[in-house]
């Protein structure tokens, strides 16, 4: 908890600004939600332009528009200051939008508007129009300037997408943690969450927030975070695909269709995307995944009868598989149960209870000589688990990697530790379904 000095800016916005984080909770669909959450988004944004440290976050900002710094700037919501009409003022009108900025003509007379904020320096005034989806219309604009008393050609527009303001905050954020500027660092760190919480904020690492999710006390914050989780799924897969093993995986199934995933919002295990398409499902796959623990890849095979067809191919295979996994030290091979949650149903995709592995070895710790009995051992056990119609049987080859390792680094570090258990997964893959 940041303890901050009794009167001081920051202990004054405190509350403000925690309010606009938890205001908007639900999907809220209808107008009135949708405008209320645009007026909180440029209050928030005022705020931290205002009041943390105007070198973070102000100038940074300033110098996106091509505009001179200065200390003495006066913000205003919706009304127009005074040293707004300054006739040898440079003028901006900037329209803030949920995505990638789109300026539309407008089909409607231009009409007088009242823009969503003011800020004003000694030489540039910058009328503020904000959305929550992608598109401001020419005409909207057009009437802010009308409004303010601006002539055709005495204003230049400019466009910012509340993901490039949730970066330029996160930059800012990384900096003031080291000058100890308690206010700055509160405000910065509430602006990025919120940003984050309502879904304005483009994937780029996994962060404690996505390992989290499942964890969330609060149904509804859960709920508010859905979009968020399935961004990160789809941006964290495409970043994958363009790795040479990824490459390889897809291949091997049939074209057409994306990536098949879970949706986090119905699957209780994690949440998780495959390494190819539709068909993927019905045959031996890759999956990644993102849990509490951190970041992992396994190799399973989506139905039962798959197992019987590995066991029935000899013993042969199974000592391939292991000598193919001992090159990886972190590679792990289990027989596991996947327990239905009701054994009697007919229904071929029943849903999963709980997990648990009866068996479970790492190749990379096996003696040489003992690497033929292991895989006797691998087979046995599959054969047996096989017969029950209480579980699914399945042969997992996962690697895991911790949570703190993940987040201390970079996008694409993050991706490129995947790369190793790929490859290897790959040729295990390639092998099972040449059998």
């Known amino acids: 908890m940041i303890r901050l000095p009794e009167g001081s800016k920051g202990e004054r916005l405190i509350d403000v600004t925690q309010n606009l984080f938890y205001w908007f909770k639900g999907p809220g669909n209808d107008e009135f939600s949708r405008r209320q959450l645009e007026n909180n988004l440029t209050k928030a944004f005022i705020s931290v332009l205002d009041h943390t440290d105007r070198k973070l976050a102000l100038r940074p900002f300033l110098r996106k528009l091509g505009l001179p710094f200065c200390e003495s700037v006066q913000f205003s919501l919706q009304r127009k200051p005074l040293i707004a009409s300054k006739a040898n003022a440079r003028r901006i009108i900037l329209g803030i939008t949920g995505g990638e900025a789109e300026q539309l003509p407008g089909r409607s007379k ?16 910058i009328i503020v129009e904000s959305k929550v989806g992608q598109k401001i219309t020419k005409a909207q604009l057009d009437g ?159 139905q039962k009868h798959l197992v019987s067809k590995l066991c029935k191919s000899g013993e042969q295979i199974f000592r391939d598989i292991i000598d193919i996994a001992s090159k990886r030290p972190g590679l792990r091979i289990s027989c596991r149960r996947a327990w239905y949650e009701d054994p009697k149903s007919s229904y071929k995709g029943r849903k999963i209870d709980r997990l648990d592995d009866a068996l479970s070895i790492v190749p990379s710790a096996l003696a040489h000589h003992s690497r033929g009995s292991w895989a006797k051992m691998l087979r046995t056990v599959l054969q047996e688990l096989r017969k029950s119609r209480n579980w699914r049987t399945e042969l997992v080859i996962e690697e895991k990697i911790p949570r703190k390792k993940v987040i201390q680094a970079s996008a694409n570090a993050q991706v490129r530790m995947l790369v190793p258990p790929l490859e290897t997964l790959y040729r295990i893959l390639r092998l099972l379904m040449q059998g």
């Open 110 to 125: 231009t009409k007088a508007g009242r823009p969503d904020a003011w800020i004003c320096g000694g030489s540039w005034t």
């Open 144 to 302: 802010h300037a009308k409004a303010a008393g601006w002539k055709k050609g005495s204003y230049r527009t400019k466009f910012f997408s509340w993901e490039e303001l949730h970066r330029q905050g996160k930059h800012a954020l990384a900096r003031v943690q080291n000058n100890r500027d308690k206010t700055s660092y509160l405000l910065l760190d509430h602006w990025v969450s919120y940003l984050e919480y309502q879904n304005m904020a483009k994937f780029e690492k996994l962060e404690p927030m996505h390992f989290d999710f499942r964890f969330l006390l609060e149904k509804e914050e859960c709920r508010a975070m859905l979009p968020h989780m399935r961004r990160m799924m789809l941006g964290f897969a495409e970043r994958l695909s363009k790795t040479p093993p990824a490459k390889k995986i897809q291949r091997l199934y049939k074209r057409g269709g994306g990536w098949k995933r879970g949706d986090p919002d119905r699957t209780g295990r994690g949440t998780w995307f495959n390494i190819g398409n539709e068909s993927s499902m019905k045959n031996w796959h890759v999956t990644v995944y993102v849990q509490a623990d951190g970041l992992g890849v396994s190799l399973v095979n989506s």
